[in-house]
Structure formats: C-alpha cells, structure tokens
C-alpha cells in the first residue's frame, strides 16, 4: 500500500511505534519506542549515496515497512542468493571478497511513500554480509548491510510490518 501522506504525517503516525530508524550520516539503525531507542547497531548503507532511481545502488529514503523475513533459523553466515539459501556458508577465515553476499537474513523493504514506492523492485533488504570490515562507512550496493551477528539480532526482534524511517 501506498500512502500519498506526507513525511510529517507518517512521521506522527509511526513514530510512536515501535519502528527502525536509520541515520545515513551516523551509519546506524536503531531500534525505537517512540523515542526510545531499544536496540542498535553499526551499519553500511550506498557508496553511491541516496536515491530512489532504479539501478542507480543507491539507498531509498523515507518511510518503508518491513515486507518479508527471509531466513529464519539459518546458520550463522549462510549465504543466500535471489532470497534463497545456497546451502554454503561463508566464515570470517574466509578471503576478503569484492563480491557483496547476501548472507544469514534478510529484511525485505517496502517503500510506503510515492518516492520510494520501487524499492521492494529494487530489492533492497537489510542483510548480513561477507564485508563485515566495511560495516560503520558507505559501502553497500543500496542495501543496508549489517555485520552477521546483529543481523540474527535484528531479523528475531522485529516483525512483519515493523515501520522503517531511513534518513540522513
């Protein structure tokens, strides 16, 4: 569904909520009750930046929703691929790789504001990662990276529907 609301209006309306907010600027999601914050951890989101444009590996901003919980019960550094286990695992031991891997969870994001009303095409999720190095610093392909073991923390503390603001 997607609300033609303003920001101001969803704000108030979901803020209250127990509801994830992610600072570009700070590199952080929070985990929020109202103003609260209830749980947080260091993230990754674009090198490119921000921005709503298909193909453009940019993160969306705005208000989203969590629209599916993909992963459950998988081992820690399971490496998925087009949302579905591969069966392999990857480890820290492991060579860095240029390869950005989806890994452990995924949080699959829809955007509930006309601008970012792409963004469940555009495949943007909050998941773990092989480039746990780079997690605090702009690095991801629009996705919002976390390193794998608050990724577990994350995927168990919310739910479907838990509302998601990213800003700067």
């Known amino acids: 569904m997607i609300s033609n609301s303003s920001d101001s209006t969803l704000e108030t309306q979901w803020s209250e909520e127990r509801h994830l907010s992610v600072s570009i600027q ?13 749980w947080a951890a260091p993230v990754s989101t674009a090198k490119n930046g921000v921005g709503e444009e298909e193909g453009s590996h ?3 901003r705005g208000w989203f929703r969590i ?17 579905k286990p591969t069966g392999m695992i990857w480890t820290p031991e492991l060579p860095m790789s240029e390869e950005d891997l989806i890994l452990t969870r995924i949080l699959w994001l829809e955007g509930v504001e006309t601008h970012n009303a792409n963004t469940k095409n555009r495949y943007i999720y909050f998941h773990g990662t092989n480039q746990e190095s780079l997690i605090g610093q702009p690095a991801s392909h629009g996705c919002i990276r976390l390193r794998n073991q608050a990724m577990i923390q994350l995927f168990d503390i919310v739910e479907i529907q838990t509302p998601v603001w990213i800003g700067i």
Do not use: F, Y
Request: charged residues 20%; glycine residues 10%.
């Open 58 to 60: 940019q993160t969306p």
């Open 26 to 38: 700070s590199q952080l999601v929070e985990l929020k009750q109202g103003s609260n914050c209830i």
């Open 67 to 83: 629209a599916e919980k993909i992963g459950d019960q998988l081992p820690l550094g399971s490496i998925l691929q087009s949302r």
